[in-house]
């Protein structure tokens, strides 16, 4: 069984900049996708970035150029680095794998807030 811990959420004033990262730990498992979704209020779940284990990176086109994605694969976490944070960035965002058999894990999500 693969567990996700997820951290690094938190208020922060429109402008400014959090980091996200998310941990996998488990027995014997290979990733294929890792990245991060988010969901605000009222609103479907949405993909934020994703990252395959060849480093290929995919983002949402609301947060190109001012988020990044980064993948360290022997601690099997990746980071979600948000700079130019606007307050319709707030959302829970949910850290997901997709494993190697293609079964997906969700983490808990955290709370992410952009508001003076």
């Known amino acids: 069984q693969v567990q996700l811990v997820e951290s690094g959420g938190g208020l922060v004033q429109p402008g400014g900049s959090l980091r996200l990262s998310c941990a996998a730990s488990g027995s014997a498992f290979s990733i294929k996708y890792m990245g991060w979704y988010r969901q605000a209020p009222g609103k479907k779940r949405e993909l934020v970035a994703s990252i395959t284990s060849s480093g290929r990176i995919n983002y949402a086109d609301s947060v190109k150029g001012r988020f990044l994605l980064s993948r360290d694969n022997a601690k099997n976490t990746v980071y979600l680095q948000m700079s130019s944070l606007k307050p319709e960035d707030t959302a829970v965002y949910y850290c997901?794998?997709?494993?190697?058999?293609?079964?997906?894990?969700w983490g808990q999500g955290t709370q992410v807030t952009a508001s003076s």
């Open positions: 997901n794998v997709v494993l190697a058999d293609w079964r997906s894990v």
